[in-house]
T-cell receptor
Framework: DTEVTQTPKHLVMGMTNKKSLKCEQHMGHRAMYWYKQKAKKPPELMFVYSYEKLSINESVPSRFSPECPNSSLLNLHLHALQPEDSALYLC????????????FGPGTRLTVT | SQQGEEDPQALSIQEGENATMNCSYKTSINNLQWYRQNSGRGLVHLILIRSNEREKHSGRLRVTLDTSKKSSSLLITASRAADTASYFCATDTGNQFYFGTGTSLTVIP
């Protein structure tokens, strides 16, 4: 199984809502990533988890809170978001951390109203 | 600032033609990768070339790397309509990983 799954595919939330994005992989990968991608722009790295520990936080606002419950799952908890946070949120995994080949999920299209 | 710049920003070709896109970067790298993204979806890894390699092939893809010029190129031969997508280079500087600005390729059947 070489698939990274993400749920939901689409999410619309108000600025006062709390929601979570979920990502799952069953490839035995030990590094997982969250990226944010605005329209017609490249993905921007947000967080990296390596062996279930937060390895990199690219100065992301605290309204985004990542969580790695186990080696297969990665969550991104959202709270008090702003309209400018509307974007495609991509999850990826790789065998180990170190900027090797990453496998991406299809993304969650988030709209903040 | 962004590590990688790609050109052209957009490219439109006829099916069967070759497509070449270029990536320039600013600092020394460990490796450079190319990814494809179909409209609004996840990225797919195409090829990785290490800093000590000059050329690499994978099927219809040919990637070159010139570390002295800090540039790479991706050649897609005998293009197909299914190759229509955005293509991103991504550079590993050791402690940073950046995607380039991307090239939008349209292959006309």
């Amino acid at each position: 199984d070489t698939e990274v799954t993400q749920t939901p595919k689409h999410l619309v939330m108000g600025m006062t809502n709390k929601k979570s994005l979920k990502c799952e992989q069953h490839m035995g990968h030990r590094a997982m990533y969250w990226y944010k991608q605005k329209a017609k722009k490249p993905p921007e790295l947000m967080f990296v988890y390596s062996y279930e520990k937060l390895s990199i936080n690219e100065s992301v606002p605290s309204r985004f809170s990542p969580e790695c419950p186990n080696s297969s799952l990665l969550n991104l908890h959202l709270h008090a978001l702003q309209p400018e946070d509307s974007a495609l949120y991509l999850c990826a995994s790789s065998q180990v951390e170190g900027w090797v080949e990453q496998y991406f999920g299809p993304g969650t299209r988030l709209t903040v109203t | 600032s962004q590590q990688g710049e790609e050109d052209p920003q957009a490219l439109s070709i006829q099916e069967g033609e070759n497509a070449t896109m270029n990536c320039s970067y600013k600092t020394s790298i460990n490796n450079l990768q190319w990814y494809r993204q179909n409209s609004g979806r996840g990225l797919v890894h195409l090829i990785l070339i290490r800093s000590n390699e000059r050329e690499k092939h994978s099927g219809r893809l040919r990637v070159t790397l010139d570390t002295s010029k800090k540039s790479s190129s991706l050649l897609i031969t005998a293009s197909r309509a299914a190759d229509t997508a955005s293509y991103f280079c991504a550079t590993d500087t050791g402690n940073q990983f950046y995607f380039g600005t991307g090239t939008s390729l349209t292959v006309i059947p």
